[in-house]
């Protein structure tokens, strides 16, 4: 029998001794947690932390990745001054563009470094090169430099933050394996080590790409795959006086440098990626001995890599190498992190950094350890939260074929509306191979394949956006939006998310999570937010009753994961144990039939009447469609008269067929999402995601309606009421006269020469003839009429805050 060193109980325990666990670790004893234990079944830092290549650069792809790096770097620069010095050097880093496109990519991350006052600037290839003078600029476009970027010793930055939390009396134990964590009532309870039992309310489980192992002990799955990842480090060959070299990276050649001592590290990301202990067919394994240890080099694989970085920088192909590493490190299948609580309460995850875990480990501690204390996110962490995966995740094949498509377009340039590929189709509603016979070019969102335009519809080319929004754009949208506005339009939105709550206790609950009042009698269709205790919008989504105790709530296809479980979360943490939460997104179609016309053409296939008093606005009913049963709600997210339907999967493809053929005389269309967005835009429909997020309140969000306030209590009141007091910024419409000048998202605006903020959404109006932008800004500089600048690609555009909405101000159509 094992005797028990370990204490018996722990508020936290952390899993996990690299720079992610150390991180969390050191936060949260930042953040005043007193009862911290972290265990690595090694050494600490014996996972993927020892062998990395350490490099530290801040500015990523989404902001508050972004903001995070930014924090890595500060606590860095701070450590460096401490006991315990993590090797810290502030060289700067450079990234060359090798293509035009690069180079766009490289003014706009300019654009938006400003909005985050970060030092990015474009410098000539012969100032780079006098940065970095080992470099050949044969091919090189351009570049750009900054400053605060630098590279650190992962494991002393491991050893540092241990350290550091140690101070703060975290315990560490090494050589501690956990082999099972229990659960009592849907929380974890206590963590099973062999050298004893822990009793504890909080796991986190920062085990990097062994993080899949420790969530099966609690069937959780992580969708994390080991990939093989490898860099040369060359013999010294500098002068060691010599002006020691920025951080290099060249995406277009797929690599990266950086000096080591006075040699280079040089790596990079092959285009024949390899994954390790995981495959097709099974789920990752990872031997049990497998700590402090390498893969077997690989040349054959890292031949392109190596020859890419000889034309880069001549000088590889003459120096001796005096170190290969093959290191696995856990990548997700989008190339961001798993972060968050999962289904199971407490138990949370801080792993899976896709090569980017150094730079990211101070920001990762730091949102890990305020979710865990704050019991909910403290930014807006969608873009990495564990619950954007969805079910499809659970299968080897779909998982590895991401991951594998992902690892090797790491350096790729994504452009919008641009497409995963793999893995693909998954799941398609009813009427798939319809749509495929009438020309529907797809999209793929939380592995349903969903219709972006069908492109036989042919609109006007000259109305081509300018730079990358160009380049997956389709004429075929603006059919689709005009026949919407002026006709009808038929959207397949089946891939909606929804789930039945259903009990005793279900209207109590659902008026305690929800916002607004979503009890209002059977056949009431209700907008709400469900927010969280900061008055953050955590869920945006319709509810409808359906019976006495029994509601449907309808969210967008990538939230199930997301919205349901922060009901299971409500439920579990107050105590509404009775009330049943079904997700019943594949039992049912759901088609929109929208647009001036979709009442004579639902008329024609119902007794129902569906005149404006019989079938009012935001009302529902069970009723007859040509002879099938079907839900039928009055409601619409592109700001026109239409009803969402929704029927039995089985009946699905006749529905269609008959509402389509209904409607023929009438103008009807079968449209996409693509004029989804452009018609929402218009209408000024918020997109959780998009506009909103847990970071936003309804109040700034101009959701102010959807809140009632006059309700005795719901979750985050008392926050609600204390943001409507003290708005700081609102969320606005900028409208721009040159249809084809549309931003996209994060690029800077500035009033009076002064950056205010960074656009969240953006888009094309084909009504009003105008691009369109949503954005937060001061609440001072708001007011509509206010002329602002917008930066696209490095030139300032001239856009309008303008009154919103911006199409059907006083809901004419809607309630028509
Ligand atoms: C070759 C290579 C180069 C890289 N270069 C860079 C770079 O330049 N810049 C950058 O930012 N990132 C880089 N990275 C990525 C970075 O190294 C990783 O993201 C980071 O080290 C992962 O840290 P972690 O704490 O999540 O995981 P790990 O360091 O793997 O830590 C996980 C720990 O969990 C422990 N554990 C697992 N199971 C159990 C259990 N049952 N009980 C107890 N303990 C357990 C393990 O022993 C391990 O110590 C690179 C990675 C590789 C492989």
């Not at 594949?586 to 009447?609: K, V």
Request: glycine share 10%; with cysteine; aromatic share 10%.
């Amino acid at each position: 029998m094992s005797v028990s060193v370990v204490p018996t109980r722990a508020k936290i325990v952390i899993i996990g001794g690299g720079v992610g666990g150390t991180s969390v670790a050191y936060h949260l004893a930042e953040l005043g947690e007193k009862e911290v234990i972290l265990l690595d079944r090694n050494e600490l830092t014996s996972g993927s932390t020892f062998h990395s290549a350490g490099l530290v650069g801040q500015l990523r792809a989404d902001p508050t990745l972004t903001l995070m790096n930014m924090h890595s770097v500060d606590l860095y620069r701070k450590l460096q001054e401490s006991d315990t010095p993590p090797s810290w050097r502030e060289c700067g880093s450079i990234k060359l563009a090798s293509t035009p496109e690069r180079m766009q990519e490289i003014r706009r991350q300019i654009g938006w470094a400003k909005s985050f006052g970060l030092d990015l600037h474009e410098i000539s290839p012969q100032e780079a090169q006098n940065l970095f003078p080992l470099i050949d600029l044969e091919g090189v476009v351009g570049a750009c430099y900054m400053a605060s970027d630098g590279q650190v010793d992962p494991s002393q930055l491991a050893m540092a933050l241990a350290a550091g939390a140690r101070k703060s009396g975290v315990q560490i134990f090494t050589h501690t394996r956990v082999l099972e964590i229990k659960t009592k009532n849907g929380r974890v309870s206590s963590v099973v080590t062999d050298k004893g039992e822990i009793e504890c309310d909080i796991v986190v489980n920062c085990g990097g790409m062994y993080a899949p192992q420790i969530g099966r002990m609690v069937n959780v799955r992580i969708p994390i795959i080991p990939m093989s990842h490898q860099y040369l480090i060359t013999d010294n060959f500098m002068d060691p006086d010599a002006a020691f070299l920025p951080s290099l990276r060249d995406p277009d050649n797929l690599i990266y440098f950086r000096q080591e001592v006075s040699g280079l590290l040089m790596g990079g990301y092959e285009r024949n990626s390899q994954a390790w202990s995981a495959d097709y067919n099974s789920l990752d394994d990872i031997p049990a001995n497998f700590n402090s240890m390498l893969l077997p080099d690989d040349w054959d694989r890292f031949y392109d890599i190596a020859e890419a970085s000889q034309r880069r920088v001549p000088k590889m192909a003459e120096i001796g190498i005096k170190n290969f590493i093959n290191g696995p490190e856990g990548f997700t299948p989008d190339n961001e992190f798993c972060l968050g609580e999962t289904s199971v309460g407490g138990f949370y995850v801080a792993a899976g950094f896709c090569a980017h875990g150094i730079a990211g480990a101070g920001g990762i501690g730091k949102v890990v350890a305020e979710w865990i204390v704050a019991g909910e996110p403290t930014m807006d962490l969608w873009h990495m939260d564990i619950k954007r995966f969805g079910a499809s995740y659970e299968s080897p094949d779909f998982t590895l074929q991401r991951i594998t498509e992902n690892y090797e377009q790491y350096y790729d340039i994504h452009y919008p509306g641009e497409e995963r590929t793999s893995a693909r189709p998954k799941f398609v509603s009813p009427v798939y191979e319809w749509h495929k016979a009438h020309g529907a070019v797809f999209g793929e969102k939380a592995s349903w394949e969903r219709v972006n335009y069908y492109s036989n519809n042919i609109g006007d080319d000259t109305m081509r956006p300018r730079g990358w929004l160009g380049k997956y754009w389709s004429s075929a949208v603006q059919v689709e939006h005009h026949a919407t506005r002026n006709t009808a339009g038929l959207f397949d939105e089946s891939s909606f998310a929804k789930a039945q709550i259903s009990g005793s206790r279900a209207a109590e609950f659902l008026n305690y999570v929800c916002a607004n009042n979503v009890v209002k009698g059977i056949g009431k269709t209700v907008y709400t937010q469900a927010l969280n205790s900061k008055a953050g919008i955590e869920s945006d989504y319709t509810v409808t009753q359906t019976d006495t105790e029994k509601f449907m709530i309808v969210t967008g296809t990538a939230f199930a994961i997301h919205d349901f479980g922060w009901l299971e979360k409500m439920r579990r943490e107050f105590n509404f144990a009775s009330v049943e939460i079904e997700n019943i997104t594949r039992e049912l179609t759901c088609y929109a039939i929208m647009g001036p016309n979709s009442r004579a053409i639902l008329q024609s296939l119902t007794n129902t009447d569906l005149n404006h008093t019989a079938f009012p606005f935001m009302t529902s009913q069970e009723i007859e469609i040509a002879g099938i049963k079907v839900r039928a709600t009055r409601i619409t997210y592109v700001g026109e008269l239409g009803w969402e339907i929704y029927a039995p999967v089985v009946e699905g493809l006749t529905l269609w067929e008959k509402i389509i053929d209904a409607g023929k005389a009438l103008g009807l269309i079968a449209c996409g999402y693509r004029a989804i967005e452009s018609l929402r835009l218009e209408k000024g429909y918020r997109a959780w995601a998009g506009e909103i997020n847990s970071e936003t309140n309804p109040y700034e969000a101009g959701l102010g309606f959807a809140v009632a306030l006059t309700k005795e209590n719901f979750h985050g009141k008392v926050a609600c009421l204390a943001a409507k007091e003290s708005l700081k910024r609102k969320l606005v419409a900028i409208t721009f006269d040159d249809i084809t000048s549309v931003p996209f998202g994060s690029e800077p605006i500035r009033i009076n020469n002064k950056v205010v903020g960074r656009i969240k959404t953006g888009g094309q109006g084909y009504t009003i003839g105008k691009a369109i932008a949503y954005a937060y800004i001061p609440i001072e500089e708001s007011e509509p009429g206010r002329t602002v600048e917008v930066e696209l690609f490095g030139h300032w555009v001239q856009g309008l805050i303008a009154i919103e909405p911006l199409f059907d101000p006083i809901n004419e159509r809607v309630r028509s």
